[in-house]
């Protein structure tokens, strides 16, 4: 026997309820309100939406292919009436469509989920995801990276980020004698890398503001420098890429001051102009020169590998897995390093040239700034091709922007006027990982209008010509030959005592509540003897003032 459902409707059976549709009502409809029509083989529910059939089962109960699902999911759960019921497994699958805040709320929630949430694999993907792979400082072994979990790391560096926006102090290096064209922050470490018009790399140490070597004159000008902890390199205008190799057992890792060694040292040249730029990743080398071309070059052969043409002056480049991001002349480019061909471009992103480009960790976001002052923001996804969409404008300088430095959620961006702007991009970021998990966009379509530089730092002369940015520092040179480090390590102590004092305070709460609790559940029984002793009190001094009454009249008559 077969009937007609109405879509929405839910048919009650003896122990449950099913959804007949994938938008479920919330009113159960009993099967008494069914009444039969004239044809006894059929039962028909008026209806304005498409209709649905439906077949008996075994027992007389007419249901669908969809609900015949469902109550095989509910044989499967029997008894479970929350979350905390279900399978660990399904339970995880659950968490894996939360952002980090909200995963933060279900580990409140009790114990079980507790356990569940902080051990989820989700949270090493949220870390990856905005800062790469943990940066192990150098007081630190494996032994103390293997005792923090994921969650934990997540939570230390979030907790990190927000100090940029606290107190700092401004530590000022000296030692270059003219302009400065380039900074690198290795935060492993805690080096810091300058070079510019005095053809000398130095090296400093972060923490302690001091210098701790630096390199002969090396002819030129020196435009980029790029380092990590296995390979230092810097480029100049005659078109050299010097490089040097870190040494085992050097607490500093690159011996600049020895004289030129073979194994240590070394110098590679086809650029045929000034080099402008320079990357480093796992397995490459990337050079960008104003011949026009990025070269890609294999770390340990050091051989080219790939030539990329531009139709301008290269100024800045950002590689990612096997793509590279370039800018040149005014125009955006973006290249697949593998086969040497061009992916996608973007003309005339700023009035001007194009002199500065950051990208976000994973390769999904890319920032330009420009001789218009302007700094753009745009968005890469890739479906069958690969697309660039601009998502956010900002112009916080009135000067050229020579330089950017994004460490995820603050973009720093160096102008010629001499300022600093810090852009934090989180508001442009969706927060439904769900939809992310379905489409790779992870930028809102709705934030065309956005909030101006959260923060602008002030106090240099004019031409900023390079900006880095590593753990609690932002790092800037310029035309005064002066290295200015802005140190918010005040911030983030305060910051954690502020947070130490928090946890007191809501830990004292909690034992407040606790014991007050303690104390409801003892004495609501001697509360409900005396709350009867004060009625009864009340009643008899009611009773009392009448007899008196009655007593006083007696007298009178």
């Given at each position: 026997?077969?009937?007609?459902?109405?879509?929405?409707?839910k048919?009650?059976?003896?122990?449950c309820?099913?959804?007949?549709?994938?938008?479920?009502?919330?009113?159960?409809?009993?099967?008494?309100?069914?009444?039969?029509?004239?044809?006894p083989?059929?039962?028909?529910?008026?209806?304005?939406?498409q209709n649905?059939?439906?077949?008996?089962d075994?027992?007389g109960?007419?249901?669908?292919?969809?609900?015949?699902?469902?109550?095989?999911?509910?044989?499967?759960?029997?008894?479970?009436?929350?979350?905390?019921?279900?399978?660990?497994?399904?339970?995880?699958?659950?968490?894996?469509?939360?952002?980090?805040?909200?995963?933060?709320?279900?580990?409140?929630?009790n114990?079980s989920?507790?356990?569940?949430?902080?051990?989820?694999?989700?949270?090493k993907?949220?870390?990856?995801?905005?800062?790469?792979?943990?940066?192990?400082?150098?007081?630190?072994?494996?032994?103390?990276?293997?005792?923090?979990?994921?969650?934990?790391?997540?939570?230390?560096?979030?907790?990190?980020?927000?100090?940029?926006?606290?107190?700092?102090?401004?530590?000022?290096?000296?030692?270059?004698?003219?302009?400065?064209?380039?900074?690198?922050?290795?935060?492993?470490?805690?080096?810091?890398?300058t070079?510019?018009?005095?053809q000398?790399?130095?090296?400093?140490?972060?923490?302690e503001?001091?210098?701790i070597?630096?390199?002969?004159?090396l002819?030129?000008?020196?435009?980029?420098?790029?380092?990590?902890?296995?390979?230092?390199?810097?480029?100049?205008?005659?078109?050299?890429?010097?490089?040097?190799?870190?040494?085992?057992?050097n607490?500093?890792?690159?011996d600049?001051?020895?004289?030129?060694?073979?194994?240590?040292?070394?110098?590679?040249?086809e650029?045929?102009?000034?080099?402008?730029?320079l990357?480093?990743?796992?397995?490459?080398?990337?050079?960008?020169?104003?011949?026009?071309?990025?070269?890609?070059?294999?770390?340990?052969?050091?051989?080219?590998?790939?030539?990329?043409?531009?139709?301008?002056?290269?100024?800045?480049?950002?590689?990612?897995d096997?793509t590279?991001?370039?800018?040149?002349g005014?125009?955006?480019?973006?290249?697949?390093?593998?086969?040497?061909?061009e992916?996608?471009?973007?003309?005339?992103v700023?009035a001007?040239?194009?002199?500065?480009?950051?990208?976000?960790?994973?390769?999904?976001?890319?920032?330009t700034?420009?001789?218009?002052?302007?700094?753009?923001?745009?968005?890469?996804?890739?479906?069958d091709?690969?697309?660039?969409?601009?998502?956010?404008?900002?112009?916080?300088?009135?000067?050229?922007?020579?330089?950017?430095?994004?460490?995820?959620?603050?973009?720093?961006?160096?102008?010629?006027?001499?300022?600093?702007?810090?852009?934090?991009?989180r508001?442009?970021?969706?927060?439904?990982?769900?939809?992310?998990?379905?489409k790779?966009?992870k930028?809102?379509?709705?934030?065309?209008?956005?909030?101006?530089?959260?923060?602008?730092?002030?106090?240099?002369?004019?031409?900023?010509?390079?900006?880095?940015?590593?753990?609690?520092?932002?790092?800037?040179?310029?035309?005064?030959?002066?290295?200015?480090?802005?140190?918010?390590?005040?911030?983030l102590?305060?910051?954690?005592?502020?947070?130490?004092?928090?946890?007191?305070?809501?830990?004292?709460?909690?034992?407040?509540?606790k014991?007050?609790?303690?104390?409801?559940?003892?004495?609501?029984?001697?509360?409900?003897?005396?709350?009867?002793?004060?009625?009864?009190?009340?009643?008899?001094d009611?009773?009392?003032?009448?007899?008196?009454?009655?007593?006083?009249?007696?007298?009178?008559?």
């Open positions: 026997m077969e009937f007609e459902c109405q879509r929405g409707t048919i009650g059976l003896e122990d309820s099913i959804d007949c549709v994938d938008y479920p009502c919330r009113e159960k409809v009993d099967t008494s309100f069914i009444e039969p029509s004239k044809n083989k059929s039962f028909i529910f008026d209806s304005e939406k649905s059939s439906w077949r008996l075994g027992k109960v007419s249901l669908s292919l969809k609900c015949e699902e469902l109550l095989a999911v509910n044989e499967v759960l029997p008894d479970c009436r929350s979350i905390t019921d279900l399978p660990p497994a399904l339970i995880s699958e659950i968490l894996n469509c939360l952002e980090p805040k909200e995963l933060g709320v279900v580990s409140c929630v114990a989920l507790y356990r569940l949430a902080s051990e989820h694999h989700v949270w993907e949220f870390y990856c995801e905005r800062w790469g792979q943990p940066i192990l400082l150098a007081p630190l072994g494996a032994e103390h990276a293997d005792e923090k979990s994921w969650k934990e790391l997540f939570v230390e560096r979030e907790f990190r980020s927000k100090t940029f926006m606290g107190r700092y102090s401004i530590d000022t290096l000296y030692g270059h004698t003219e302009a400065v064209r380039s900074v690198s922050v290795l935060s492993s470490k805690k080096l810091l890398f070079s510019g018009y005095d000398i790399v130095r090296m400093w140490d972060l923490e503001g001091l210098s070597a630096s390199s002969r004159p002819g030129c000008t020196i435009r980029a420098v790029a380092a990590d902890s296995r390979l230092l390199i810097a480029g100049g205008t005659d078109g050299f890429i010097h490089g040097w190799r870190a040494e085992d057992g607490p500093h890792l690159f600049l001051r020895s004289p030129q060694n073979q194994n240590m040292e070394f110098r590679v040249w650029h045929e102009g000034p080099i402008t730029c990357a480093l990743d796992l397995n490459k080398m990337y050079s960008g020169s104003w011949d026009m071309s990025i070269r890609v070059w294999d770390r340990s052969s050091l051989k080219c590998l790939k030539v990329l043409m531009h139709n301008d002056w290269v100024w800045s480049l950002a590689p990612h096997t590279v991001a370039s800018a040149a005014s125009d955006l480019y973006v290249w697949d390093t593998n086969i040497g061909s992916l996608a471009t973007v003309n005339n700023h001007g040239n194009a002199f500065s480009l950051a990208r976000s960790h994973t390769g999904k976001l890319l920032f700034g420009g001789e218009d002052g302007a700094i753009r923001m745009f968005e890469i996804s890739r479906n091709k690969l697309h660039l969409r601009r998502v956010a404008t900002w112009i916080p300088h009135s000067g050229a922007v020579y330089s950017l430095a994004f460490e995820f959620p603050w973009l720093v961006s160096a102008s010629s006027d001499g300022k600093l702007s810090l852009i934090d991009v508001k442009l970021l969706r927060t439904n990982r769900s939809y992310v998990m379905e790779p966009s930028v809102d379509n709705r934030a065309k209008n956005v909030e101006p530089p959260q923060r602008m730092l002030h106090g240099f002369g004019s031409n900023l010509f390079a900006v880095d940015i590593g753990l609690d520092r932002i790092v800037c040179a310029g035309e005064e030959g002066i290295v200015r480090i802005w140190n918010f390590s005040e911030a102590e305060v910051e954690q005592r502020v947070r130490a004092l928090r946890g007191l305070r809501l830990e004292n709460r909690m034992r407040r509540r014991l007050q609790s303690e104390m409801t559940g003892k004495g609501s029984r001697a509360d409900q003897c005396s709350v009867a002793a004060k009625k009864n009190q009340l009643n008899g009611r009773n009392s003032w009448r007899n008196k009454r009655r007593v006083t009249g007696k007298l009178k008559a």
